[in-house]
């Protein structure tokens, strides 16, 4: 139940969504009524403004930097790395799927570096952890990753896959019983920056202490608080990315999903 209802309440209340529903609402005010037609001249210039300051101005950046700054790059330091686990979100299964190639999103950096880090450690297992996150299509992004590996260049012997999970906190709890993870053993979580405090209180939740790998930056950091957007589509995708993940981390704390409201490094 938590799962269909997290995408209809996400869907009505993401920032471009809820603007444009807003300036809708709006227009039929204005055009339908006598009475609510100052309510609804004011709700269309909300709606625009608000498309306006989001898409333009430098709030969705200031939304998103405290996430991708809560948690450090990864610096290589020579430790032995167990295990790699990647999660999912940057490929899109069906896609992929129907046109029988490889299709990754704006989060494609994710699987991406699964196979940088394949490389850079031969030694470590290898997770992918992403069901199907629609609820239409039942093909996951880990049936995706283990057919076209290839691609990839990841050997399919090292390959362990999660196909199951729904969300971030299915993620961390089917991870965790797949591989049973050992007190001292070391583990890579790869995920989008953004993403980074959300998935580290879930596996935290888990029982399953990971390292930080952050990739897939949308921001330069704080550095872009007084950057206006080039194109209105980036900034409000960049606000609608903020507000989903700010909304998932008061959601998941509620529900015990997470171990801290923000979780820090």
Known sequence: MFFPLSKLIFFAITPSNFLILVGLLGCLLLAA????RRSGAWLCALGFVGLLAGGLSPLSAIALAPLEERFPAFTEDGAPVTGIIVLGGGIDAGLS??????VVNDAGERPIYLADLARRFPGARLVF??????LHDATSEADIVGWMGDVLGLPRSR????????NTYENAQFTANLVQPKPGERWLLVTSAWHMPRAMGCFRQAGFAVTA???DYRTRGWADAARVSSFASDGLLQLDLAAKEW???LAYRLTG?????????
């Open 97 to 102: 799927k129907a046109r029988n190639q490889l």
């Open 33 to 36: 009524t006598k009475r609510w």
């Open 213 to 215: 790998h952050p990739v």
């Open 129 to 134: 952890s992403g069901g199907s996150g629609s």
């Open 257 to 265: 999903y997470s171990d801290a409201l923000l979780p820090a490094p």
């Open 247 to 249: 909304i998932g981390l």
């Open 159 to 166: 390959l362990i896959l999660e196909n199951r999970s729904r």
